[in-house]
């Protein structure tokens, strides 16, 4: 018998190892959920126009609201490999 019951609504890690499941970054959980939802296919997963479906801005296994601080250094220097000039 589990260790999760009813009574115990949120598995602790413990609970959710013995139901086979491992730390993941919740990114790669979504993506496998897409995966599992598209018969395993990351065209279809990729072409998925599901778009009232919560998953679906992350179903790429990236964050598409998560922006990053660049320093302005290192975005001159981005900038600069983009045109093929050393800095
Ligand atoms: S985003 Fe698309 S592929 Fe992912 S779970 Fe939702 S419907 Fe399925």
């Known amino acids: 018998m ?5 009574a115990k609504s949120r598995p602790d890690a413990a609970a959710a190892q013995a139901a086979g499941h491992e730390p993941k970054p919740m990114l790669d ?3 496998a959920k897409c995966l599992d939802c ?6 279809a997963v990729r ?8 998953l679906w801005p992350y179903r790429m ?4 609201f998560r922006t990053r601080a660049v ?3 290192q ?13």
Request: glycine share 8%.
């Open 2 to 6: 589990s260790s999760w019951s009813k």
């Open 29 to 31: 959980v979504i993506r």
């Open 38 to 43: 598209q018969a395993g296919s990351p065209g």
């Open 47 to 54: 072409k998925c126009v599901t778009q009232d479906c919560a």
């Open 61 to 64: 296994a990236s964050n598409p």
């Open 71 to 73: 320093p302005a250094a």
């Open 75 to 87: 975005r001159a220097a981005l900038s600069a490999r983009l045109k093929g000039q050393k800095t």
